[in-house]
C-alpha cells in the first residue's frame, strides 16, 4: 500500500553537511522524497512537534537541539512508508542500530541521531501538515 510519512534530517546532520547522504540512503531504499524544504524551526514549533515527549527528562535538551540549526523537513512516499522509513533509520539510540541504517552510518548519540521519522500513518498526516500544504506535495 503506498503511503507517505514525514521526515526530519535533524540539525547534527545538516551541520555536518550530510542532507545529500542521508537522502542516497532514503533513495536507495525506493522510498521518494516528494517534498522537500530547509527551515530553521521555532521553539514553538518544535515543542508542539515533540509535545508528545512534554514529560520526559530530555524534553528541554530536545527542544534546543532542534532549534539549533537548521533542519530539513520532507514528505516520503512509497509501499508501507512510515514503517519502511523507521526501517531505514535505525533504532533511537545508535550503539543498538541496524548496519547500513542511517543511525548506525551517522548519528552521534541517542539524542542527535540525525534524523525522524513518523511512528504510524495517523501521526504522518498530523506531522505533514504541520510543516506543508497540499500543493508543497508533488508525488
Ligand atoms: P524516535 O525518534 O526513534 O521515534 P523517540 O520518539 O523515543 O524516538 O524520541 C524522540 C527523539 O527524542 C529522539 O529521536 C531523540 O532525538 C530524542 N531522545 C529520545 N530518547 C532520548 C534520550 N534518552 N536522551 C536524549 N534524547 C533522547
Ligand atoms: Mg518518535
Known amino acids: 500500500m503506498t503511503e507517505r510519512t514525514f521526515s526530519i534530517i535533524k540539525p547534527d546532520a545538516t551541520e555536518r553537511n550530510l542532507t545529500g547522504a542521508i537522502n542516497a ?3 536507495a531504499s525506493g522510498l521518494r522524497i516528494v517534498a522537500q ?6 521553539r514553538a514549533q518544535a515543542e ?3 509535545g508528545v515527549h512534554k514529560e520526559r527528562p530530555f524534553f528541554g535538551e530536545l527542544v534546543d537541539f532542534m532549534t539549533s540549526g537548521p533542519v530539513v523537513v520532507q514528505v516520503l512516499e512509497g509501499d ?5 522509513y523507521r ?3 535505525g533504532a533511537t539510540n545508535p550503539d543498538n542500530a541496524a548496519d547500513g541504517t542511517i543511525r548506525k552510518l551517522f548519528a552521534r548519540n541517542v539524542g542527535e541521531n540525525s534524523v525522524h521519522g513518523s511512528d ?3 501521526n504522518a498526516a498530523i506531522e505533514i501538515a504541520q510543516f506543508f500544504s497540499a500543493d508543497d506535495i508533488v508525488g
Open 120 to 122: 504510524s500513518a495517523e
Open 80 to 84: 508501507n512508508a512510515v514503517a519502511a
Open 87 to 89: 526501517d531505514v533509520m
Open 48 to 50: 508542539q512537534f515533540y
Open 25 to 27: 540512503v532514503i533513495e
Open 37 to 42: 524544504r530547509r527551515i530553521r524551526m521555532s
